[in-house]
């Protein structure tokens, strides 16, 4: 059950695009499309962004899609606004029918 | 309104037990399978541990494996995580979760109570 990697921070300006990455193995992220994303503000509770991939749930902004490819599934956030800066982490399903969440990554709008 | 509330953190020694809850409204309970995730003071988030709708599979990580047990009571609406044998690294900050119900992502998630390990 090692954790899902994403890259430790990220940061972008106002208006900008970014990607997090989300790395698994074939025994998580490769095998199912149960991957889901989550925004956390500091001293709050982890926020749904996106769930199997590349949905949003109700009142999510578009400026937040998903996607994946083999082990590999990313969260990408456009139009990159200040209220964004917070930590994010993906999650998903695994063979051993339990969960495993990535170490998050903290994202700065500069 | 869905609202979940933890209880029952606090501070226990290294070998001693706490029993945590997870009071849930706002949904009907019965329905959901629930999740406790715990996030260690200035670290990422953890799963802990799954239970199906009526508490007859469960479903845990390897670290608390053995050690910890969760259950609901639907008739109360509430979420249970029984921690035994506790650790120094079993400090954190407990939530519970719903998970959705179209599968595999946790919708709702409580504000969490600190847990923590020490002597």
């Known amino acids: 059950q090692s954790a899902l990697t994403q890259p430790a921070s990220v940061s972008g300006s106002p208006g900008q695009s970014i990607t997090i990455s989300c790395t698994g193995t074939?025994?998580?992220?490769?095998?199912?499309?149960?991957v889901s994303w989550y925004q956390q503000y500091p001293g709050k509770a982890p926020k749904l962004m996106i769930y199997?991939?590349?949905n949003r749930p109700s009142g999510i902004s578009n400026r937040f899609s998903g996607s994946k490819s083999g082990n590999t599934a990313s969260l990408t956030i456009s139009g990159l606004q200040a209220e964004d800066e917070a930590d994010y982490y993906c999650?998903?399903?695994?063979?051993?029918?339990?969960?495993?969440f990535g170490g998050g990554t903290k994202l700065t709008v500069l | 309104e869905v609202r979940l509330v933890e209880s029952g953190g606090g501070l226990v020694q290294p070998g001693g037990s706490l029993r945590l809850s997870c009071a849930v409204s706002?949904?009907?309970?019965?329905?959901?399978?629930m999740h406790w995730v715990r996030q260690a003071p200035g670290k990422g988030l953890v799963w802990v541990s799954r239970?199906?709708?009526?508490?007859?599979?469960?479903k845990y990580a390897d670290s608390v494996k053995g050690r910890f047990t969760i259950s609901r009571d639907n008739a109360k609406n509430t979420l249970y995580l029984q921690m035994n044998s506790l650790r120094f690294e079993d400090t954190a900050l407990y939530y519970c979760?719903?998970?959705?119900?179209?599968?595999?992502?946790?919708?709702?998630w409580g504000r969490g109570t600190l847990v923590t390990a020490s002597s």
């Open positions: 239970i199906n709708t009526d508490g007859s599979v469960t």
């Open positions: 706002g949904f009907t309970f019965s329905s959901y399978w």
């Open positions: 999650s998903s399903y695994t063979t051993s029918s339990t969960w495993v």
């Open positions: 074939s025994s998580d992220v490769g095998t199912y499309n149960y």
């Open positions: 979760a719903r998970e959705g119900s179209g599968w595999c992502y946790l919708d709702y």
């Open positions: 199997e991939v590349n």
